[in-house]
Every structure is written in C-alpha cells, then in structure tokens.
C-alpha cells in the first residue's frame, strides 16, 4: 500500500479534522442565537422543509452566515452529517439554557454571600399563564446597588404558600438561601402583605431581618387612583378623558384626522415663534390611553390632552357634522363637556398636581435609588403641593384663563352665585363661583392628594426608616444620630453581636469626624453615593461596621419597576403568534434579553464548555 503514515496518525488527524468543523458549527449556531436572544426573537418558524421559502429566524440568519463566510459554509448545514448539524430544536433550547444559566452564574456570583433583597410581582402571560418574577437587589463590591433577575417562574397557584415553596425552589437552584434575605419588596395584595398570611408574614417568621416595605411607586399610583375615585369632579374628568382618547383614537381615519390636525398647528406655531423648534420637540404623538396600573399614565394623558386639545376639538366637530357616523350623540356629548369651564379648571388643575406627583414616579422607578433620598422625594412632593395650596391659586387660575382665550370657551364670572347643576337659581347654594373653584375644588382636591399621600406613605414613620434616614450624607451629615443607628443595628440580631453594636458606637464617633472633615464627602446627594465613595476612599475596610449597616440600608426595596420592566419584556418574548412558549423556554430566554450587559460578557468558549458537560453528545470536543 505504500503507506507513508501509521494508521494511527491518520486517524488522529480525521479526528482533529472532525473536532474542528463541530467546533466551528456549534460557534455558528451559538451566534445565531445570541443575535435572537439579544433582539427578543422567535427561533422557529412554521414550515423548516428544506422547500420552505422562510425556514424561521434561526436557520435563516445561519444560511446568511454561510452565504457569508466560507469557512462556516464549509461546515454547516448540508456540508455535514445529518445527525450533526446543531440546528435542532433541542439543541437551540440547550444553548439558550446555557446562556440563561451562565448569565444567571455571574449574577450569584457578583452577589456571594452578601445579603440582599427580593422583588416579587406576578402577571399573566399572553397564554393565561401566571408567571412570577423574582429580582433581587443587592450591593456589589464597588458599592453600587444593583437589582438583577433571578427567574421567572411560572406559578399555577398565587396563594401566600406556593408563591414561597416557588421563591425556595429558586433560591435553592441557585445555592442561595432565606436566611441571606434583608428585605422584601412586594405590591399591596392581601397575598403579599397579608398580616397574618401573607408572603411578607411567612418569611419573617423565617427570617425577622427580612424587612417588608410596599413599593413607594405603587402606594403613590393608589394614591393618585384614589382622589379620582372621592371627588366625583376627578372622577367625571377621568371618564370623559377616557371616552375622548377612544372616540378621537377608535379609528384610523379619525386617528390620522387628528395627527394631520396637529402637525399643521405645530407648523403654524413653529413658524409664529409660538413653539420653538429643536432635536427630539414637537415630534408627533397621539392620545395616550390612562391606565389604573401605569404609573404617569395619567399625567402623560392629560399632557397630550392639552397639548392637542382645538385638533381634538375639529375632530369631534367632524364626526358631529358626518351623518353616517355612528357616534355623533357621543362625539355631541364630550364636545360640550370639553368645551365647559368646569372640564377646562379640572384637566389643568390636575395636570399641574399629576406633574408634581409624577416627577416622584419618575425617580421611585430608579434602580439605584435609595430608601433615604425616596423619603426625601416623597417629603418634597408634599411641601410643593403645601405650597401650590397656600400660594398657586392666582397663578393657576390666570393659567386656565389663558387657555380658555386661547380655544374660545367662556369664561364665567368667579363673583356670581354659583349654580350646581341640575339646581336652578332659586335652590342655588348661597356661595359665589370663586368660592366653588376655589374652596370646593382647588383646596378639596390638593388636601385630598396630601391625605392620600400621607395615608399611603405612613411607614416613613416607622423605627426603621427612622434609624435609616439618619446615614443620610447630605448637609455634611446632619441627620446623623449616634443612638438612632445603634437601633438600627439591634434591629439586625444576626447581623450585629452584642459586642458589635458596642464597638459600632465607638466606630461612629471616628466615622462622623472623619467623613465631615474630609472633602471628598462633600456634596454628596444620597447613602447610594456615600456607599460608592467609600469604596473609592477604601475606608469601607477602615469602618467595616458603618459599612455593613450602610449596606443594609441600601438593599431595602424602593420599587418594584425592575420586575415590572421584567413583565414588559416577556410580553416582547412571549408574543400571542409565540403562544406556545414552554415555560422554562420563556425564563431561558427572558434571562439573557433582560441582562443584555452581563450575557455580552460571556464569551462563546464558556458556553460551548457547559454545553459539551450538559449531557453526552455526538462529538466530543
């Protein structure tokens, strides 16, 4: 034979040869899915013959990459065996869950042995599926707090007990454990924070460090839901608003009607120097729909209301003035409502006490947001609407005068008597309009909103956010109290011994003297920036002990936005023409779409290491 190489050589270099082409195809298959699960797209298609015109996203983008790039051409699809083309459905699912795990890996690990909180809320899929999300917020090394998903568990029943034998399986998949918990972070089901049932309660007879606060985004959401629903004004102003964004918006037609409207009125402006123009203004928009459960949603309502308010006009007056229109009388109705002095008082009135409220909605969604500046957020939101009270009455009433000229609606006389409606003169309440506006409507509704806001937020008033609010950095540390944070030690029995929150006492002295004389502590604006500038000051190890109680001050829950943000992109994920989305499928995917910065950093070489040591394959590498 003539045979110039042993048997063996040759079969080792078939070998290599055969290594190498698996390698190259199972890199390819795993960049197709990494473009699919960073984009939140579907894998499959509905027809993956090899006759099929669309094969489905997956094989798609891998016959680009062929069509591409010879060396992966050379090896993929018809170029290889047929039991070894790494395109099946099992094989995409195991290296999705591959990338879930190893995403969710880093995330355990960043976290350690530290301790942490846990933010849960539960949604129902687009399948009727409830589904329950788990995130958890923690400080890292850096002393930056950082909120991470854990998992996405499907729940088939939402009782108090099941939610927690789910959140224990989690934990145990992930070697974490109830006994690292330090706070808890749910919305105001009785399931959740039920006093004597509810999650909240049976974790804490677990764990009794594992503090409960109610997310501050949603207490101000119910609160702003609840003035709507004790002044019948508000909650007239809200229906009608609603009827006007589904009439206005219920059709195409009257829909582009409206957009065609307002970009000639915006250009007008625009060229009268009424508006003026820049990157990112006067871009086009529709009525936005209000909503019980969106936080701003109101506000952005009544924004867009206003803003777009004569083109909303023209088109009411159009469908009155069509004959085949099935909503003039509707149309009739909400014409004359929004064109009332009562209708235009109401929306600019809460328009200017939502853009109060709504700045505070807006900082509670932060992740990195305190429970110490949140106090102080909810603190400013109720001087500033003290002082609309006391001294915004001229300048909001001038305000809707101007508007009132502005779109051609009557404007009544504030020293007649004021007729309710429904009343005539002879029955009339002896007071004048101006005392009506104001006194029934300006100061009752401001109170209302305080009352609310009071009622909802009472828990600032407790021993913890007390003790809390006292390692607030700001004005050189005023709000410092010795005794306060040595409560707020006691308060944690496993975190802090006896001897320790002796020591801690001494420890505070020397922090207090040192931080307010050091000018690397000035300025700062919360414990978040306190917590990170002791870091970069390395004086985290010189008071480990203020550290630690800076730590667990900083992992109590502010807000639930992180899983809501969770539930927004499962519906991205879980689609109703992608119905049919396995379970762990949807959590596999959700995991590395969500923590996008995280799963970048996983390079392909990890994830074809824990795909090999998965289970037995075909060829090993």
Known sequence: MNQQQHIQTIVNKQNDQARSDYRKRLTASIDCIRFLLRQGLAFRGHDETEDSENQGNFLEILKFLCDHNEDIKRVAIDKCPG?????????????????????????????????????????????????????????????????????????????????????????????????????????????????????????????????YIHCFAHQLQLALVAVAKKNVSIEVLFIVVNDIVNVVGGSCKRRDILLENQAIKVFEALETGELLSGRGQNQQSALKRPSE?????????????????????????????????????????????????????????????????????????????????????????????????????????????????????????????????????????????????????????????????????????????ICVSCLSPMDSFSSFDKKRLAQLAQLYPDDFSNVEVLALENELETYIIDVRSSAD????????????????????????????????????????????????????????????????FLADCLVPYIEKDIFDCIDNETIIHCFQNMKTRRCQL
């Open 293 to 465: 459960t969106r936080w701003s949603s109101h506000y952005n309502t009544l924004i867009s209301l206003v803003r777009m308010f004569s083109s909303v006009i023209e088109v009411l007056d159009l469908i009155i003035e069509n004959p085949k229109s099935e909503k003039r009388g509707e149309a009739s109705r909400l014409l004359d409502a929004l064109q009332s002095f009562d209708m235009v008082f109401c929306i600019i009135l809460m328009k200017n006490i939502l853009g109060i409220t709504n700045e505070l909605s807006l900082a509670l969604q932060r992740k990195d947001q305190d429970i110490v500046n949140a106090m102080n957020l909810v603190k400013i939101a109720k001087n500033r609407l003290q002082s609309m009270r006391e001294d915004g009455w001229s300048s909001l009433l001038d305000e809707i005068f101007l508007f009132c000229v502005k779109h051609d609606i009557n404007i009544i006389n504030m020293d007649d008597g004021y007729i309710a409606r429904g009343r005539s003169r002879r029955n009339a309440e002896n007071v004048t309009n101006m005392h009506h506006y104001r006194v029934d409507l300006f100061y009752s509704i401001i109170d209302l909103q305080l009352q609310e806001l009071n009622n909802r937020f009472n828990e600032v008033s407790t021993e913890l956010l």
């Open 83 to 211: 039991n070894l083309k790494l395109t099946s459905p099992d094989i995409q699912k195991d290296i999705v869950h591959v990338c879930a795990i190893e995403t969710t890996k880093i995330i355990v690990q960043d976290l350690k042995d530290s301790f942490f909180s846990i933010l849960v809320d539960e949604a129902r899929d687009v399948s009727t599926k409830e589904q329950m999300g788990v995130v958890v917020r923690y400080v890292n090394n850096d002393g930056q707090v950082i909120e991470r998903i854990l998992g996405i568990v499907h729940v088939t029943n939402t009782t108090a007990l099941s939610l927690k034998v789910a959140i224990e399986d989690l934990f145990f998949k992930h070697n974490l454990s109830l006994s690292q918990l330090r706070g808890q972070g749910y919305d105001g089901a009785s399931n959740m924070q039920g006093e004597y049932n509810g999650l909240k309660t049976l974790i804490l007879k677990e764990n009794q460090s594992a503090f």
């Open 521 to 584: 502590f000035n300025n700062l604006l919360g414990v978040n920036d306190l917590a990170i500038k002791l870091v970069e000051t390395r004086k985290n190890t010189l008071y480990p002990l203020v550290y630690r109680l800076i730590s667990l001050a900083l992992i109590l829950p502010i807000s639930t936005a992180t899983v809501e943000r969770v539930f927004s992109a499962m519906k991205i994920v879980k689609t109703r023409l992608r119905n049919r989305v396995g379970d762990q």
